[in-house]
DNA sequence: TTGGATGCAAAGATTTTGCAGTTTT
DNA sequence: AAAACTGCAAAATCTTTGCATCCAA
């Protein structure tokens, strides 16, 4: 039935096995950052013998369809979140005002560089960036395979 | 003598080579992001074979120092680049008014991240973040919370 | 049926460390 | 002289791809 993040995925070419399914909800209840190896490891319940290979491609499947982003922190590895739509941010153009939505887990390398080189911690509650849309700075649009 | 960026590498226990200098002389010189790879590059003229460790050192020395900044852009490696303090935003904190200088290169992967996700050129030439400083995040006071 | 996904295996790419000899301070 | 740095070599990590088989649509 049309969750919201099941249409993510499909209308990005992507198909819905138990594994993807796993590995969001994974992602979802650990509510937080999460390296390939982490995500694999809570997976064990289900998956025990999952390959680090599977995680990994349904992990940029995810990240494709809008679901997960990807970010590095400084440790070595990536680590993935779950992007809810709750918290966001705007992104406002300056010439048209045209407004788009920045998930909040957008803003976490900042939020971790701040805190790791100066120990500073950030409050980015209400926040919004300035700034050129795509249609005013006449660049390509992303390439959105499989949109209707 | 003295140069700003001298003091900078010996106050942290660094010392100054030709390697280290002619590295961060190329990071200047370059201008933007570099990898380990185009740096050591760029390093053929004067050392035709520098190895990467050894580039790779120094360049930690150098990030170390402040005088450089690593980030992630997604590209599979690191990149470099020369923190110079002329262009510089604010972080301020909300309770005690202290305000840490954090140089413009910070804020790159996050540029980075709106044009390759969003298509979206920020304009942040006057950037100011609130938060809470090292100083009063270290002493916790509950009565005053920081409101955004 | 068709194209994407899984699992297994291996390769790629980048970052990181060890160590002996050398250089800066 | 002491501590740090270089250069060479190799290792440790993490990411990515190939391919035969399997499954979702």
Redesign the interface.
């Known amino acids: 039935m049309g969750s919201h993040w099941e249409d993510s995925l499909r209308s990005h070419g992507h198909r819905l096995t138990p594994q993807r399914r796993a590995v969001l909800r994974v992602l979802c209840d650990a509510g937080g950052h999460c390296t390939l190896a982490e995500i694999q490891e809570r997976l064990r319940n289900r998956f025990p013998e999952i390959p680090l290979p599977t995680v990994y491609r349904n992990l940029r499947c995810l990240v494709d369809a809008g679901l997960a982003a ?3 922190l ?1 440790s070595g590895a ?1 680590v993935y979140e779950f992007v809810a739509d709750k918290h966001h941010h705007h ?1 406002v ?2 010439r048209c005002q045209h407004v ?1 939505d ?1 998930p909040d887990a ?2 976490d ?2 939020r971790e ?2 805190k790791q ?10 926040f919004a ?6 249609s005013c ?1 006449g ?1 390509p ?2 390439a959105e395979k499989g949109t209707a």
Chains 1, 2 share one sequence.
Do not use: Y
């Not at 080189?117 to 209400?126: I, K, L, N, R, W």
């Not at 960036?129 to 795509?134: A, D, H, R, S, V």
């Open positions: 990807q970010t590095d400084g990536h992104l153009c300056l788009i920045l957008f803003l390398p900042l560089t701040l080189q100066f120990h500073f911690v950030p409050c980015m509650e209400h960036l300035f700034g050129i849309c795509p700075s660049e649009r992303p």
